[in-house]
């Protein structure tokens, strides 16, 4: 169902404050895995610096350093994540993959707690003995020593050590030092991380190494070298979406009584999302998290057949239904001991209707996102948090009327949801969920005969027939869920960042409708309509949509208000009467529950206690609308993690 350009994910996500025990167990063959690219590589193919530079000054201490990860990725993509770490606690940090040129041998002996480097000419090892015997001054003076090399620590990571003395062998060039394993998650608390970046270059063949990873210095190596002169790091990362399948069909409701049902009949979604994020962690506290999402090439499928076999009486439904929902495949990112991210995707589909006598309608319609439509989520300043471009999406709606005696009004909507977990070890766990309406369309029907022809007054055109009035609704809501232990200065939130509402046109579609207006079954019929109902005949019972009434000659005045066309026998003068004693049921009495919400459905000419008013949660018309309890508590399920 996904294919392989899901890999593509986030690329990005690449380092999250420290953890031993985050990604622990994954392999040098989890296809999630970020993996170290050495810096002096990463400068020199974006001409930063020279390769062949050798500089003294990358031995000295400093007060941060760049770490720089990444994967190869489909169509020519180097996957990246780039990260400033800042020395915890005031210990310097040495990246050792910046000086390694300066070095001949690195022996880190079987981290039993000292290692080697032997350098390459004796201007290196004074210097480097110069500056690092400092320590040796003091008990307590260390410094950071951060190694990406074969034989420190495990195949394909980055290994800390704490360093704490220095000693030299002047003979042979080589500086001995006594050092202590660092866990990721005593050093890593404080950093900024920015994710979902992507280099692209001309010749993907060069990022294929020997084996599954081979020597990933030499993947790095190939890779950046294939993009230098080339790379073009404005790219977002983009990972695919597709769910469901086209005429794959789907029971979405069917009524206890067998009167009604609901089927999808072509749902499915396509398309694919680049997702960029910056992280700021000081102290092992998230400062600041923002996720900016955009959809390229999304589009939205939603066809429904409504069915009606017998309903005498006016009833309602309200019914949604999540058909599909899952982890994306490939879209995990996994920066061994320090950092995961997980996807999932979900899909829903809801209906809500009013129906009477018999019917059977497809409805739905096609929708595409804009490829410059973005939404930004800002954990700290949910008034930042926005959506953007979408208002130019593009909506074509589709209907099919094949029986229709009475009345149909028919509203769904397709909602599709991408969730993001960001695991930060120590730090917390934080979800960010964009939910999209796309979008929720409103269908009324209703059966209609003129004697002149209804939808067209020429020669053999059809005196029966459905009006149709149509609109569309769209929305998009975003959830915040943060989990940071016991740093409440982060509360959790959910904001609906657009809803905005568009006519589709009304409609008239030619229909027999036997026994409406004196049809008989065929749409050029010349049967005569029964006689008018005079003023001594019984009336006859008319029942439209919640109310009740009698026909009766539109010349008579009619208590009920408006007469209502559709629901009597006889020519366009009888028409149905409503009683003005029998008022539409109440719809402020039943309950919505839209997402993380509770609410009552009601007029929207009531004010409403809990703030906005939100579509597709209740029968009726687009006057009945939810309004959500005031303070509704918040307790969104966490996604699920790959």
């Known amino acids: 169902m996904f294919p392989s350009a899901a890999t593509l994910l986030l690329a990005a996500t690449a380092l999250l404050p420290g953890a031993c025990c985050v990604g622990n167990a994954a392999t040098a063959k989890d296809a999630s895995v970020l993996h170290p690219i050495s810096l002096r590589d990463y400068e020199s193919a974006f001409g930063l610096r020279r390769r062949s530079e050798e500089e003294f000054t990358d031995l000295d201490p400093n007060t941060q350093s760049q770490l720089i990860y990444g994967r190869p990725g489909d169509d020519g993509q180097l996957l990246l994540a780039n990260m400033t770490l800042y020395a915890p606690d005031g210990l310097p940090i040495i990246l050792m993959e910046r000086f390694e040129g300066l070095t001949s041998a690195v022996d880190c002996k079987g981290d039993d707690g000292s290692m080697s480097l032997t350098f390459k000419s004796k201007g290196a090892h004074a210097y480097a003995l110069k500056t690092w015997q400092v320590i040796n001054e003091d008990d307590d003076k260390q410094f950071l020593l951060i190694a990406n090399h074969d034989g420190c620590g495990p195949d394909d990571e980055r290994q800390p050590y704490k360093v704490s003395m220095v000693t030299e ?78 005429g794959q069909k789907t029971n979405i409701y069917t009524d206890s009584k067998g009167r009604f049902s609901i089927d999808c009949i072509d749902c499915y979604i396509t398309g694919s999302w680049g997702v960029q994020g910056h992280i700021v962690v000081q102290g092992f506290t998230l400062q600041d998290l923002t996720l900016q999402a ?173 009006k149709l009035e149509n609109k569309a609704d769209e929305s998009l809501s975003l959830q915040i869920d943060v989990d940071l232990g016991d740093d409440n200065t982060k509360p959790s939130w959910s904001k609906k960042l657009l809803d905005f509402s568009q006519p589709l046109g009304s409609e008239c579609i030619p229909l027999p409708i036997p026994g409406l207006g004196g049809a008989t079954g065929t749409a050029t019929s010349s049967a005569k ?75 929207t000419s009531k004010s409403c206690a809990g703030g906005a008013y939100i579509s597709g949660y209740c029968p009726g018309d687009d006057t009945i609308r939810c309004c959500p309890d005031r303070d509704p508590d918040f307790t969104a399920k966490r996604r699920r993690r790959l």
Not at 230 to 243: G, Q, Y
Not at 353 to 374: E, H, I, Q, V, W
């Open 529 to 603: 309509p029964p006689a008018k109902t005079g003023s001594g005949d019984t009336p006859t019972k008319c029942t439209p949509p919640d109310k009740t009434g009698i026909c009766q000659n539109t010349s008579k005045s009619c208590a009920g208000g408006a007469y209502i066309s559709g629901y009597c026998p006889g020519d366009d003068s009888i028409k149905c009467c409503p009683n003005a004693s029998t008022p539409a049921p109440a719809p402020s009495a039943t309950t919505c529950k839209p997402p993380g919400k509770t609410g009552v459905c009601q007029s």
């Open 294 to 466: 955009a959809p390229q090439d999304f589009k939205a499928k939603l066809e429904l057949e409504a069915t009606v076999t017998s309903s005498k009486e006016p009833d309602t439904l309200q019914s949604s239904k999540e058909i599909f929902s899952a982890p994306i495949p490939g879209a995990g990112i996994t920066v061994t001991g320090i950092f995961k991210l997980g996807a999932t995707v979900s899909y829903e589909v809801g209906t809500s209707a009013t129906f009477a006598g018999t019917a059977t309608a497809d409805f739905g319609l096609s929708a595409s996102l804009p490829n410059g439509a973005k939404v930004v989520a800002d954990i700290n300043n949910p008034s930042d948090s926005s959506a953007t471009g979408w208002q130019s999406s593009s909506l074509t709606p589709n209907f099919e009327v094949t029986k229709l005696s009475a009345s149909l009004t028919l509203a769904a909507f397709s909602q599709p949801k991408i969730a993001f977990g960001i695991e930060l070890t120590k730090v917390g766990n934080v979800d960010v969920a964009v939910t999209m309406k796309l979008p929720e369309i409103s269908s009324t029907l209703s059966a209609d005969y003129d004697p002149k022809g209804l939808c067209s007054q020429d020669a053999g055109a059809s005196k029966t027939g459905v």
């Open 169 to 246: 062998d002047p003979a042979d060039l080589t500086i001995s030092m006594k050092t202590a394993i660092a866990q990721w998650s005593e050093v890593a608390g404080s950093y900024d991380l920015d994710f979902g970046k992507a280099a692209l270059h001309q010749t993907p063949h060069r990022l294929r190494p020997r084996g599954f990873w081979g020597d990933i210095v030499d993947i790095g190596k190939d890779a950046l070298e294939a993009g230098q002169g080339n790379a073009d790091l404005s790219k977002s990362v983009n990972f695919a979406v597709n769910v469901g399948s086209s």
